[in-house]
Every structure is written in C-alpha cells, then in structure tokens.
C-alpha cells in the first residue's frame, strides 16, 4: 500500500524537480507594458488611473489579480517602472540614508550582512528614516504603486520593513536562496514543517526592492529564475550545489532605473548579483511586507513612527493632497491590524474587532485632530493593548 506523508522527503527532491516546475508555461500578463526575460514589466504612468482609484473599482481589482496570479503561478516576479515618481525624494532618501550608514560606522553599530562585509546596511531603514526626516518619509512612502502590490499579495493590513543594501564596486554575488519566512530556516530545519506550511509560508511576506540608482546589469542587480516559486519543496534544495548549477546556468537580471521597484515572491530563486562595474554604487532599499496574519522580520516602533509622521500627514492632508499617496504612506507606517490586543482593555465597540493603529491615525486626519490630542489619543490607544 502507497502512503502519502503529510512531509517532503528531503532525499527525494531533486533539482530536476525544480528544473519542472519552471518549465511550466506562465501565466498571460495582457496589462504588462512589456515582458523581459519573462518577467513582466508594468509601467505605472500608464496605470495612475486604476492605481489611485478605490480599491474595489474593477480596473484596479484587474490589476491586482493579475499581480496576484504572476507572483503566485507566473514569473514569480515583476517590475513597476517608475513606482515612485518623486525622483527628487528617491534622492533626499539617499542622503539621509548616507548619513545613517556614516553615523552608524562612527558609533561603531554592528555591521552584520546577509552575504559580504564589504557592503553597507542599514537595518530597519523604514523607522529610521521617519525619525530622521518624516517629510522625506511621506513623500518617499506615498506610492500607490507599491501600496497596491503589496495589497495584491497580502491584502490590507500588510506590514512594510525595509532594509537599505549599498553594494560597492567589486563586491560579489549572494548564492542563491530563498527568504523569510522559511528560507531563513535552512533545509534540515525546514524539513520539520509540512507539506502545508511549505505551500502557506511564501504567501506571508512580498519582496521588493527601491532602485535609488540606475542599475545595468553590469552593477549587479537581483537574479532571479522565473517560475521557481511554483516548486513546493524547493526550500529543501536550495543550498545544494546541483541547485545553484541550475539557477546560474537559468537565472535572468534585469536592468532598472532609479525610482523602479522590483517585487518578487519570497520563495523564488533569487540572489543578488556581483557588481562589476567600475563606479556603480548600486544602492537599493530593500522592502518587505508582511501580511497582518503573520510575523514581520523585524520590530518597528510604529507608535513613535505616527507621532513624528502626523503633523506632516496633517498638513497634507489639509491641503487637499492626493488620498492614495497619504493613504500609501500611512499603511507604510502604521499598523494596520487590530491583533494582538488585551480585549479586557481593548474591547470591539463598533463592529467585530477593535480599532487599529490606522484606523486611529486616520479618524484623527480625517477631523483635523490636533498633533497634541493626537498624541494624547494614541498613547491611550497603546495603554489599552498591554498586558
């Protein structure tokens, strides 16, 4: 009699396996601007309409499915040229992002990397960048682009972290993996989990990527092997070596401009590429959203996040700016989701669940609440959800 175990067999996965699931044909991407390599490539200028509609309008559901389906049984991968169109705050960003890799080398931080000490890190960027200059922050932050695909893969409530990587010249490339959640397992570690985390696991987080350079592929940009994602068990194989003869001899790089955003889902192949060039500081923030049902990769102060942010996000909203790119930076700072809570102190009182962080913060805008009684107002809101 055949059993069907619950468990992946490590000794059987193979990379021919892998090898079979990307030969699979893609999904169609007829919103797509372009396909290169496989990976399709959306312009956002040509979508501002859908991006900054409501979120059920149909052409921006469309887009989204589409999204969803790519990154779930297509290429695994996908581009949006031009994802924050402020080139002038992808510019502030980078100063201010200079300045923390200076001061943290002055204060002798840690300098821990995921795959060479030649580069430089910064570690939860997003928090630190809100502290440092939150109008930087706002305009950075307000992209509907990068709202609505991290929407897409996660629904609301997601989580953004982000993690600056600035690669020198002459540094090399990662080996290829997988990420968090159960990439950062290991194999023989991951192989105590189901067969249904394994399929679960990578629905939990998006990848993404700021490109606050241009970047040919020369500098090194990300290389990715289209398909993978759909390999179930691939997270057993990863740090094989007939694995990484594989995704070498397959993997494609694509070039990006200063200001595109490049999203993946986090079980596809992927690694960063060596920078050969001779004077390409390839510098990229590096974003990841968690979904509300899981856990983020690192702890974010947001409390302290919407304290700085709100006197900015007030203003703007006083003046009538665009509600898509404030509701993108809200969802970038606050939390959006109402759990975990103390429902002694923190009871529903207007429907099934409490009210969250955003749902605070953006009753406050909504009434013009001072920056004060805001204060106020979220402090009491913490106090209510310790134990």
Not at 91 to 112: H, M, Q, W, Y
Not at 150 to 175: D, E, F
Not at 243 to 248: A, D, H, M, N, V
């Amino acid at each position: 009699m055949t059993t069907h175990s619950a468990f992946f067999d490590p000794a059987s996965v193979t990379a021919v396996d892998l090898a079979a699931a990307c030969d699979q044909p893609f999904t169609a991407t007829p919103l797509a601007s372009e396909q290169q390599q496989g990976i399709p490539i959306y312009d956002v200028c040509e979508h501002a309409e859908a991006l900054n509609a409501a979120m059920d309008a149909p052409a921006r559901r469309a887009l989204q499915s589409e999204w969803s389906e790519v990154l779930l049984s297509g290429a695994g991968a996908l581009v949006l040229r031009g994802a924050v169109a402020d080139l002038a705050a992808v510019d502030a960003a980078t100063a201010v992002f200079n300045d923390l890799i200076a001061a943290e080398k002055d204060a002798n931080a840690p300098r821990a990397d995921h795959f060479s000490s030649g580069n430089d890190r910064i570690w939860n960027a997003l928090q630190k960048l809100a502290i440092a200059d939150p109008e930087v922050f706002v305009r950075y932050h307000g992209s509907a682009a990068i709202d609505a695909v991290c929407a897409a893969w996660l629904g609301p409530g997601y989580q953004m972290t982000a993690q600056v990587n600035l690669v020198h010249p002459g540094n090399s490339a990662q080996q290829v993996h997988r990420d968090y959640h159960l990439g950062f397992q290991g194999p023989t570690a991951a192989a105590a989990y189901p067969k249904a985390v394994h399929t679960m696991s990578p629905c939990l987080t998006l990848q993404g990527a700021i490109a606050h350079c241009d970047m040919p592929v020369e500098s090194g940009p990300t290389k990715l092997l289209p398909g993978s994602q759909r390999f179930d068990a691939g997270y057993l194989v990863w740090q094989r070596s007939d694995t990484r003869e594989y995704f070498e001899s397959n993997c494609v790089q694509l070039p990006l401009s200063k200001g595109d955003a490049l999203f993946f889902n986090p079980a596809l192949f992927h690694a960063a590429g060596a920078n050969h060039s001779a004077d390409i500081e390839r510098f990229a923030n590096l974003l990841q959203a968690s979904s509300a049902f899981g856990r983020s990769i690192e702890l974010v102060d947001r409390e302290r996040m919407c304290l700085v942010l709100y006197p900015i996000l007030l203003a703007r909203t006083a003046a009538g700016e665009s509600n898509s790119a404030l509701q993108a930076a809200i969802g970038c700072a606050a939390e959006g989701y109402a759990f975990p809570t103390n429902l002694d102190l923190d009871p529903p009182r207007d429907g099934p669940v409490p009210a969250s962080q955003r749902d605070l913060l953006e009753r406050a805008l909504n009434s013009r609440m001072s920056a004060e009684d805001f204060a106020l107002e979220l402090a009491q809101h913490s106090a209510r959800r310790l134990v």
